[in-house]
């Protein structure tokens, strides 16, 4: 099987080893708008070479979209375009409502699966890319009625093999589920670095004081914005609906601690505990 990995970053990059370490593809090309991503991705042999778009899509057998989320719903258009009946498209952004809507109508739309691995760091570019990234983890296959069976069989055997545990969901579904359990961790973690360096200018020894739980906290503050304000703004909705929760919970929290409510604040850490169950 060729491969077309359009969008060598993190994902994309990671992905592309993947293919190559399971075997599971004979040649991996790659596209990439940036210049320095597609030289370090030869460099770096996430890839065997780099071409256009069409070139890409003219030779693969599966073409990956694995760019930002704004782009992914036009580069599907586009794909689905130019493939035969033969060939696959599949994307593997973190919201999936925009784009189902967009190619719901298109001719091909049964070569097309769309899915979200549930895997990611806080890096991009192709430096980002990790062996391995995928093993254990679970991707989330949103619409596959809507795909060709073939087509739908063929994503579903590939991140068997790569050790993907696989979740069937609508695209909306997905979308409100994504804003719960990734969107918001980051969204947090930017504003608690905002907060942090804001209260920086006054204390210099404020980072000097920083714990590994400070650290882990605003860990994903150092993910690109190019990548997460096209992910706020296209689920904004959802993304809407938890930050309001969220708010919520804090100013909760805020009231209690006002009070000196030590009982309130201790129920609530308890429940909080209840994660656990769900994170083990």
Same mark, same amino acid.
């Given at each position: 099987?060729?491969?077309?990995?359009?969008?060598?970053?993190?994902?994309?990059? +990671?992905?592309?080893?993947?293919?190559? #370490?399971?075997?599971?593809?004979?040649?991996?090309?790659?596209?990439?708008?940036?210049?320095?991503?597609?030289?370090?991705?030869?460099?770096?042999?996430?890839?065997?070479?780099?071409?256009?778009? %069409?070139?890409?899509? =003219?030779?693969?057998?599966?073409?990956?979209?694995?760019?930002?989320?704004?782009?992914?719903?036009?580069?599907?258009?586009?794909?689905?375009?130019?493939?035969? +009946?033969?060939?696959?498209?599949?994307?593997?952004?973190?919201?999936?409502? !925009?784009?189902? %809507?967009?190619? #719901?109508?298109?001719?091909?739309?049964?070569?097309?699966?769309?899915?979200?691995?549930?895997?990611?760091? !806080?890096?991009?570019?192709?430096?980002?890319? !990790?062996?391995?990234?995928?093993?254990?983890?679970?991707?989330?296959?949103?619409?596959?009625?809507?795909?060709?069976?073939?087509?739908?069989?063929?994503?579903?055997?590939?991140?068997?093999?790569?050790?993907?545990?696989?979740?069937?969901?609508?695209?909306?579904?997905?979308?409100?589920?994504?804003?719960?359990?990734?969107?918001? +961790?980051?969204?947090?973690?930017?504003?608690?670095?905002?907060?942090?360096?804001?209260?920086?200018?006054? #204390?210099?020894?404020?980072?000097?004081?920083?714990? +590994?739980?400070?650290?882990?906290?605003? *860990?994903?503050?150092?993910?690109?914005?190019?990548?997460?304000?096209?992910?706020?703004? *296209?689920?904004?909705?959802?993304?809407?609906?938890?930050?309001? =929760?969220?708010?919520?919970?804090?100013?909760?929290?805020?009231?209690?601690?006002?009070?000196?409510?030590? #009982?309130?604040?201790?129920?609530?850490?308890?429940?909080?505990?209840?994660?656990?169950?769900?994170?083990?």
């Amino acid at each position: 099987m060729n491969a077309a990995i359009v969008g060598v970053g993190l994902i994309g990059g +990671s992905f592309a080893l993947s293919l190559k #370490e399971h075997g599971i593809a004979d040649r991996v090309v790659g596209v990439d708008n940036a210049s320095d991503n597609r030289s370090r991705a030869l460099e770096l042999g996430l890839v065997d070479a780099m071409l256009s778009f %069409e070139e890409a899509v =003219e030779e693969a057998d599966l073409i990956v979209l694995a760019t930002p989320v704004d782009s992914i719903p036009m580069l599907a258009i586009k794909a689905l375009n130019k493939i035969s +009946s033969q060939q696959t498209v599949m994307d593997m952004g973190s919201i999936k409502s !925009e784009l189902c %809507e967009v190619i #719901e109508q298109h001719p091909k739309r049964g070569r097309f699966v769309a899915t979200h691995p549930m895997w990611g760091t !806080e890096y991009s570019g192709p430096d980002a890319a !990790e062996r391995g990234a995928f093993t254990g983890r679970t991707v989330i296959v949103c619409n596959g009625g809507q795909s060709d069976p073939d087509a739908l069989d063929s994503v579903i055997r590939i991140y068997e093999k790569i050790g993907m545990n696989i979740l069937h969901m609508d695209a909306e579904e997905q979308d409100l589920h994504s804003a719960y359990v990734s969107h918001i +961790s980051h969204i947090t973690s930017f504003a608690l670095a905002l907060t942090v360096l804001e209260k920086e200018r006054e #204390e210099d020894h404020i980072f000097d004081l920083a714990s +590994s739980g400070f650290e882990s906290t605003v *860990r994903l503050a150092k993910s690109s914005p190019k990548t997460w304000t096209p992910i706020f703004l *296209r689920n904004k909705y959802n993304v809407l609906d938890v930050l309001r =929760e969220h708010i919520h919970q804090l100013q909760v929290f805020r009231r209690m601690i006002e009070r000196d409510d030590a #009982e309130g604040l201790t129920a609530a850490m308890e429940h909080a505990n209840l994660i656990r169950k769900i994170l083990k």
